[in-house]
């Protein structure tokens, strides 16, 4: 611009100049020719006031000048805008780094500790579960019972101690059943042919290592852990579409949200459940914050009770599955964030193997068909609350970590289900006539009930949960106390209460915390011919197995005429992480539990029950975690 500029002055400057030089040429052709003076009009007389005479190098000096000022004006206005770009650019990027603070807790950085967790992806548009899980390895060694050095609690070790497990911590989701596992995903993602389209796939094993408690030796396994296939379109729209496919596992596949009132996740909803795969698959159609979803399971098991390597029939049976959820993070641009869900299932779990068909008069009589209904909802104000401390893992292998970008946060999370399936009525338990219209089977009811609430301030935090379970809901896949019945008129029942409070503070990558838990366990009372009580104590769900032992006890039978105590525990945590995938956690933790019964082995071979030791009613633990994700 500025050669443009200057070309120009200098073609001004020429032509002021022969401007100037042209009426001096025209005297001198006037003198020389006076003919031609003569025909010419004659010219105005001037006065020499009112000429202005400029000589060449002042024409020329005022001609730059007024250029040098243009162009000044001009660098002027051109550095005025440059700094009103400037200006607004730094707006936008502080206004952009301001955005970026106030970004959802998983896609932030955590106070410079770790990464949002890959797995939040997922979690979008309401998907029920999240399929992909990272490999990890986790060890642990601790004793369950400093007390008692005997084989059933001995010293330091990874062996499988069961009973010994935090309650609470089940309820949330935690499980340390074994102590010392690894879990292997070889997990692969890519974009599709198709736009919008990413294509996951994920080979996933579980190897466990156990104790074994008759024999001592260690035992390892390898098990395939829920490999799936998934397509997962997302247009921009708003508009989502996922299917995924379990060909060996669907444990994926079930309603709840809370591990304790999770139904349907595994084959032990099937009482005739044994090695068979259980193959599905689940749909998944979503709009912005809403979704639906249908998932499919079949399972192949015996239509009797077998023995041994007796041969059986067999049958398929199936379960459904549905679900309405909303899912809305940080809505309006503000820190409000909900979630909630409503979701069904429908399961066929086969014939009762206790009532024989040909004495019913329709022969499908004596299916149990169950069904449950959940529903779920969570709000979280501000960054992410997180979950609770623990030494166990989760039994898929994560964990929630807080987010301590906000200076307060706080959580209500509320979740309640129903089940009813049909079983051989304990009051009926033969046909008499044909005229008795009584019912061979009977409803059984299960209610299922938690409420999560928790509070955070900068690092602290503080948790509240109470649940309910009654006792039908304890046994409901087992199916019943007694297995295939109802529970009888005449005997006494009690539900599952259950409260926790914790609190844990989080400083420099450490988190410090301690909790207290109460419960009032489940009972079953029936009373003898002479009316003396016979209570049992259902300290866990029951699985299909029905089956109490020295070492799995998630029942227990007390002395004729006792009454169930109440249980509570208390524990601390020390827990340091390393990274955003190792983790190291100490724990100590007591539990009373007078219901709890110590089997002593007999000179017969047989076991003894013994009652009132202090060694087994009063159990101290401490524990050590080391665990690795990648």
């Given at each position: 611009?500025?050669?443009?500029?200057?070309?120009?002055?200098?073609?001004?400057?020429?032509?002021?100049?022969?401007?100037?030089?042209?009426?001096?040429?025209?005297?001198?052709?006037?003198?020389?020719?006076?003919?031609?003076?003569?025909?010419?009009?004659?010219?105005?007389?001037?006065?020499?006031?009112?000429?202005?005479?400029?000589?060449?190098?002042?024409?020329?000096?005022?001609?730059?000048?007024?250029?040098?000022?243009?162009?000044?004006?001009?660098?002027?206005?051109?550095?005025?805008?440059?700094?009103?770009?400037?200006?607004?650019?730094?707006?936008?990027?502080?206004?952009?780094?301001?955005?970026?603070?106030?970004?959802?807790?998983?896609?932030?950085?955590?106070?410079?500790?770790?990464?949002?967790?890959?797995?939040?992806?997922?979690?979008?548009?309401?998907?029920?579960?999240?399929?992909?899980?990272?490999?990890?390895?986790?060890?642990?060694?601790?004793?369950?019972?400093?007390?008692?050095?005997?084989?059933?609690?001995?010293?330091?070790?990874?062996?499988?101690?069961?009973?010994?497990?935090?309650?609470?911590?089940?309820?949330?989701?935690?499980?340390?059943?074994?102590?010392?596992?690894?879990?292997?995903?070889?997990?692969?993602?890519?974009?599709?042919?198709?736009?919008?389209?990413?294509?996951?796939?994920?080979?996933?094993?579980?190897?466990?290592?156990?104790?074994?408690?008759?024999?001592?030796?260690?035992?390892?396994?390898?098990?395939?852990?829920?490999?799936?296939?998934?397509?997962?379109?997302?247009?921009?729209?708003?508009?989502r579409f996922n299917i995924?496919?379990?060909?060996?596992?669907?444990?994926?596949?079930?309603?709840?949200?809370?591990?304790?009132?999770?139904?349907?996740?595994?084959?032990?909803?099937?009482?005739?459940?044994?090695?068979?795969?259980?193959?599905?698959?689940?749909?998944?159609?979503?709009?912005?914050?809403?979704?639906?979803?249908?998932?499919?399971?079949?399972?192949?098991?015996?239509?009797?009770?077998?023995?041994?390597?007796?041969?059986?029939?067999?049958?398929t049976v199936y379960g459904?599955f549905g679900g309405l959820?909303?899912?809305?993070?940080?809505?309006?641009?503000?820190?409000?964030?909900?979630?909630?869900?409503?979701?069904?299932?429908?399961?066929?779990?086969?014939?009762?193997?206790?009532?024989?068909?040909?004495?019913?008069?329709?022969?499908?009589?004596?299916?149990?068909?169950?069904?449950?209904?959940?529903?779920?909802?969570?709000?979280?104000?501000?960054?992410?609350?997180?979950?609770?401390?623990?030494?166990?893992?989760?039994?898929?292998?994560?964990?929630?970590?807080?987010?301590?970008?906000?200076?307060?946060?706080?959580?209500?999370?509320?979740?309640?289900?129903?089940?009813?399936?049909?079983?051989?009525?304990?009051?009926?338990?033969?046909?008499?006539?044909?005229?008795?219209?009584?019912?061979?089977?009977?409803?059984?009811?299960?209610?299922?009930?938690?409420?999560?609430?928790?509070?955070?301030?900068?690092?602290?935090?503080?948790?509240?949960?109470?649940?309910?379970?009654?006792?039908?809901?304890?046994?409901?896949?087992?199916?019943?106390?007694?297995?295939?019945?109802?529970?009888?008129?005449?005997?006494?029942?009690?539900?599952?209460?259950?409260?926790?409070?914790?609190?844990?503070?989080?400083?420099?990558?450490?988190?410090?915390?301690?909790?207290?838990?109460?419960?009032?366990?489940?009972?079953?009372?029936?009373?003898?011919?002479?009316?003396?009580?016979?209570?049992?104590?259902?300290?866990?769900?029951?699985?299909?197995?029905?089956?109490?032992?020295?070492?799995?006890?998630?029942?227990?039978?007390?002395?004729?005429?006792?009454?169930?105590?109440?249980?509570?525990?208390?524990?601390?945590?020390?827990?340091?992480?390393?990274?955003?995938?190792?983790?190291?956690?100490?724990?100590?933790?007591?539990?009373?539990?007078?219901?709890?019964?110590?089997?002593?082995?007999?000179?017969?071979?047989?076991?003894?029950?013994?009652?009132?030791?202090?060694?087994?009613?009063?159990?101290?633990?401490?524990?050590?975690?080391?665990?690795?994700?990648?």
């Amino acid at each position: 611009m500025k050669k443009i500029i200057s070309i120009f002055v200098l073609f001004l400057t020429s032509f002021a100049l022969a401007a100037q030089e042209a009426p001096e040429s025209d005297a001198g052709q006037t003198a020389e020719n006076p003919e031609a003076a003569g025909t010419a009009e004659p010219a105005p007389v001037q006065n020499d006031s009112d000429k202005i005479v400029m000589s060449k190098e002042e024409l020329s000096k005022l001609i730059r000048q007024t250029v040098d000022e243009e162009l000044a004006k001009r660098d002027a206005e051109a550095k005025k805008a440059e700094e009103a770009r400037m200006a607004e650019e730094a707006q936008k990027a502080e206004e952009a780094q301001k955005a970026e603070a106030e970004k959802p807790a998983e896609e932030t950085e955590k106070d410079g500790k770790q990464e949002a967790e890959p797995e939040d992806r997922y979690d979008g548009n309401g998907l029920i579960q999240t399929s992909y899980t990272k490999s990890s390895i986790s060890f642990i060694m601790g004793d369950d019972n400093l007390r008692d050095n005997s084989q059933y609690s001995p010293k330091w070790d990874i062996g499988s101690r069961y009973e010994y497990e935090d309650f609470a911590d089940r309820v949330y989701g935690y499980s340390n059943n074994v102590k010392s596992s690894t879990k292997l995903s070889l997990f692969h993602e890519e974009k599709g042919f198709l736009p919008y389209l990413t294509a996951r796939m994920s080979l996933s094993f579980a190897m466990y290592n156990s104790v074994d408690s008759l024999s001592d030796k260690l035992i390892t396994s390898l098990k395939e852990d829920r490999s799936f296939l998934e397509i997962d379109f997302r247009h921009p729209s708003k508009n989502r579409f996922n299917i995924t496919l379990y060909p060996y596992n669907a444990d994926n596949i079930a309603i709840g949200t809370f591990r304790g009132l999770r139904w349907g996740a595994n084959a032990s909803v099937w009482p005739q459940s044994d090695s068979s795969p259980v193959p599905g698959f689940q749909v998944l159609y979503g709009y912005s914050d809403f979704s639906v979803y249908f998932g499919f399971k079949a399972h192949a098991q015996s239509k009797t009770d077998k023995l041994s390597t007796e041969i059986v029939p067999k049958e398929t049976v199936y379960g459904y599955f549905g679900g309405l959820t909303y899912n809305a993070k940080h809505i309006n641009n503000t820190k409000h964030n909900v979630r909630a869900s409503i979701q069904g299932a429908f399961i066929d779990k086969g014939d009762n193997v206790n009532i024989a068909e040909h004495l019913l008069s329709n022969g499908a009589d004596d299916s149990i068909i169950s069904y449950g209904i959940d529903a779920f909802i969570d709000y979280n104000y501000g960054s992410r609350f997180g979950d609770p401390l623990g030494i166990n893992s989760y039994a898929d292998g994560t964990w929630v970590s807080p987010d301590y970008t906000s200076d307060f946060s706080w959580r209500i999370r509320a979740e309640y289900l129903f089940q009813n399936e049909r079983l051989q009525n304990a009051d009926y338990l033969s046909v008499l006539t044909e005229d008795d219209n009584t019912s061979i089977t009977a409803d059984y009811f299960g209610h299922g009930a938690a409420v999560d609430l928790g509070f955070r301030w900068k690092g602290l935090r503080a948790l509240f949960m109470y649940s309910f379970r009654n006792l039908a809901f304890m046994s409901f896949d087992a199916p019943g106390v007694t297995p295939w019945n109802t529970i009888p008129k005449d005997a006494d029942q009690s539900p599952e209460h259950l409260f926790m409070l914790t609190a844990d503070y989080f400083f420099y990558n450490f988190w410090i915390g301690a909790s207290f838990g109460y419960k009032i366990p489940a009972t079953y009372t029936v009373y003898d011919a002479n009316g003396h009580k016979n209570t049992m104590v259902i300290r866990e769900r029951l699985s299909t197995d029905a089956v109490s032992d020295a070492f799995d006890r998630t029942r227990e039978m007390l002395p004729a005429g006792e009454s169930a105590s109440n249980i509570y525990f208390i524990k601390a945590n020390l827990k340091y992480q390393f990274s955003s995938s190792f983790t190291a956690m100490l724990e100590y933790g007591y539990t009373y539990d007078h219901n709890r019964q110590k089997m002593v082995a007999q000179d017969d071979g047989t076991y003894k029950s013994e009652f009132d030791d202090d060694n087994v009613t009063h159990i101290h633990s401490l524990m050590f975690l080391v665990e690795g994700r990648f």
